[in-house]
């Protein structure tokens, strides 16, 4: 018997379902035979119901729906499906009176379209906008895809936004607003795992023809029969993924009421006699979720959802490679306090792009978005696998502007990714890299080179191009695509005036499109230093210091000069930092220690926010900055003005005009850079190495 209710949410049911331009559409029309959603029936009118016009409202790619009902004793179900039948083309009805049980149900749901991909679908499910076309697009993406599961409230390892748990829905969302922030957040990691879970399962046609069907004598009435699946999938050479761009709600338990705890028992005890290891890697799974990084940033969004979202006026995504100076000042531009403003460090390794998340002030998370090919340090052309994971970096995280601060590790697929979703992108200069992939103007041997800034130049780039594994010939390519993205930026920056007229030697179009804006320096937080007296105790002793990572073109080979010129007892020299020269880095030394002739003291390496304390604590007077290449910005100048220390630099780039025009120190002519440096540390008295 059927109650006004029921006839009326059945007459609503039917009207949707022949409304769905899916279902009412000639199959001759598909270019592919559509996926069928089968769903099997056992009683639960309301849930049934719930779920049907689900899938008729919410279902937006091309499929097929089967509809079986399994011995349903509530009346109401035969009356549903006797009014869906023929409620749309599409749309195929199987009534049986008699139960066989669940595995046969869902088997014989199979045969109804042997050539289709199917999608189990339980019917105490909710479906949400898009989960069909997310969970077949990803079916399609490569060929030895068995079966694709999404995410969901109530389904262990795929369950959100706590997994394993039986989740109600956050506060404040219902069933599609809660998918809606899961598709827009979602990582896509499409992770393998050892089962897909039955809930919502699509499985394609090529595995079931490859594996077979579920095992209905091993697994009766239902639960585990997926699972067995997919295990003989794994050994056939398929695999199982989580779609976790996709979300259908579960409420669990609803055609199996209370049997299901006793099925659930018994169907694991033979599933573990048939696959002895399945256990063991569902527990490796549970405990290092490959779904770990989603659910942390999930949590946050949840969290983060709770504020206004006015309240964030901007959203920026500073791009760069790991290390230096560069990402020192990216990570300080990230930590403003400015409460509207969330910003995301991402650095690329090459084969993964790692995303800290920073607000007022604070790093919140971090996030890793893994890429398909590794991508290397002079790499600019265009890389489908980057571009993809960078277009969910800014989708995921909802960037509304893009600061590119070094290509290194990148592609210059920045700028479509941008463009696509209508964002801009600026660009600060911290080195010559959009110049020349040798990014330090120097050639192999250390030497200034100046093929790449001048096309007439006498010399050549063939040996600095052929040092990096590329041929002449690739420097014109390699600049025209510079250049290019150059110009699409809404903003060029540059950190120091001398930067623009190099870059604008080789870019001259460029020139007017670059502010000069210098670095800002986070001092120490114990305030301003005080200079040690250079006599003490009646005796006259000068202490000179090197910091930072002291490669070639850090001035390397300048400090041994200095070492082997100096012969004054009363100096020495120190080196804290790290450097490819093994003599300069041994063991720590005492004062009394001496390399090419020099007391030398090798401190070792040191933290930013520690080295300021150092150099005052070990008494140090001069400071000596060695590049000797134009440097965009120094660090290390900043660091030793903070200590009180004045800085001995060569007259180049960024390091020698901002000691000249803040009288910081003395600059050296960079063509005898060690010479003129030496004349400073040896002067008559120490006293008067400081005037």
């Known amino acids: 018997m059927t109650d006004d209710r029921a006839r009326a949410r059945i007459a609503a049911v039917r009207d949707a379902i022949a409304a769905n331009p899916f279902l009412r559409s000639p199959l001759a029309t598909a270019s592919r035979p559509p996926v069928d959603v089968i769903v099997p029936i056992h009683d639960a009118f309301d849930d049934t119901v719930d779920c049907l016009a689900s899938v008729a409202v919410k279902t937006d790619a091309p499929f097929r729906l089967a509809l079986i009902n399994d011995g349903s004793r509530d009346p109401r179900v035969p009356a549903l499906l ?19 049980g669940f595995v046969r149900t869902v088997n014989e749901g199979f045969r109804l379209g042997p050539a289709s991909d199917v999608v189990i679908l339980n019917s105490d499910t909710v479906v949400t906008p898009g989960w069909l076309a997310r969970m077949t697009a990803l079916a399609a993406s490569r060929s030895d895809i068995a079966t694709v599961t999404p995410l969901t409230n109530n389904g262990t390892i795929c369950s959100v936004p706590s997994p394993l748990e039986d989740n109600a829905l956050p506060e404040g969302y219902d069933v599609d607003r809660f998918a809606a922030l899961i598709a827009s957040v979602s990582l896509e990691i499409f992770p393998e795992v050892p089962t897909g879970v039955g809930f919502c399962m699509l499985i394609t046609r090529r595995a079931l023809d490859a594996v077979g069907d579920f095992d209905a004598r091993a697994f009766g009435d239902g639960y585990g029969e997926e699972n067995d699946f997919c295990q003989r999938a794994i050994e056939a050479g398929f695999v199982n993924l989580i779609a976790d761009n996709a979300f259908v709600y579960h409420k669990g338990r609803g055609s199996f009421g209370p049997r299901g705890d006793d099925l659930l028992a018994r169907n694991l005890a033979t599933l573990a006699a048939r696959h002895p290891r399945y256990h063991a890697d569902v527990a490796r799974v549970c405990a290092a979720h ?50 509207g403003v969330r910003n995301y460090v991402l650095v690329s390794h090459g084969h993964a792009l790692d995303v800290d998340e920073y607000h007022a002030g604070r790093r919140l998370r971090s996030l890793r978005f893994p890429l398909r090919a590794a991508i290397g340090p002079y790499a600019p052309a265009p890389e489908a696998g980057y571009r993809d994971a960078l277009a969910t970096v800014c989708r995921t995280l909802e960037i509304d502007l893009v600061h590119v601060h070094h290509l290194m590790h990148h592609t210059l697929d920045i700028a479509s990714v941008a463009a696509a979703r209508g964002i801009p992108y600026v660009m600060t200069l911290h080195d010559y890299y959009t110049v020349c992939p040798s990014y ?3 050639d192999p041997d250390g030497r200034p080179c100046g093929a790449c800034l001048d096309p007439g130049h006498r010399g050549t780039p063939e040996s600095c191009l052929k040092a990096l594994g590329q041929p002449a010939s690739y420097l014109h390519d390699y600049q025209q695509a510079m250049a290019a993205f150059l110009r699409g930026a809404a903003r060029l920056f540059v950190p120091n005036i001398r930067v623009r007229d190099i870059v604008s030697a080789r870019y001259p179009e460029l020139r007017d499109t670059m502010t000069v804006i210098e670095h800002g320096h986070r001092p120490a937080p114990d305030g301003p230093r005080a200079r040690r007296p250079i006599e003490r105790d009646g005796r006259a002793r000068l202490d000179v210091a090197v910091i930072g990572a002291l490669d070639v073109h850090k001035g390397s080979s300048v400090l041994r000069d ?19 020269d093994p003599d300069l880095t041994p063991a720590e030394r005492d004062r009394g220690g001496r390399l090419d002739g020099s007391h030398f003291v090798y401190h070792g390496p040191y933290e930013s926010t520690e080295i300021v304390r150092r150099l ?4 140090i007077h001069v400071g000596l900055q060695l590049a000797v290449w134009p440097e965009t910005f120094s660090y290390t100048v900043s660091e030793f003005v903070e200590a009180g220390i004045p800085v001995i630099a060569a007259d180049l780039g960024a390091q020698g005009e901002r000691i000249r025009r803040c009288r910081l ?15 400073r540390t040896k002067r008559s008295s120490p006293a008067e190495a400081l005037r």
């Open 665 to 679: 120190g003395w600059t050296a002519r960079s063509g005898r850079c060690g010479g003129d440096m030496g004349k």
């Open 290 to 339: 490959p779904l770990r990084p989603f659910h942390e940033y999930l949590g946050h969004a949840l969290a983060a959802r709770l504020e206004s979202r006015q309240s964030v006026r901007a959203r920026v995504l500073h791009m760069l490679h790991h290390g230096g100076g560069t990402e020192k000042h990216a990570r300080d531009l990230a930590a403003t306090d400015d409460p």
């Open 562 to 580: 200095l070492l082997r010129a100096n012969r004054r007892r009363e100096t020495t020299f120190h080196l804290y930092g790290t450097a490819p």
């Open 616 to 619: 005052v604590a070990d008494g």
């Open 82 to 100: 006797a009014a869906l039948d023929g409620a749309a083309p599409n749309v195929v009805v199987v009534d049986r009176p008699d139960n066989h």
């Open 440 to 442: 330090t103007l120097l």
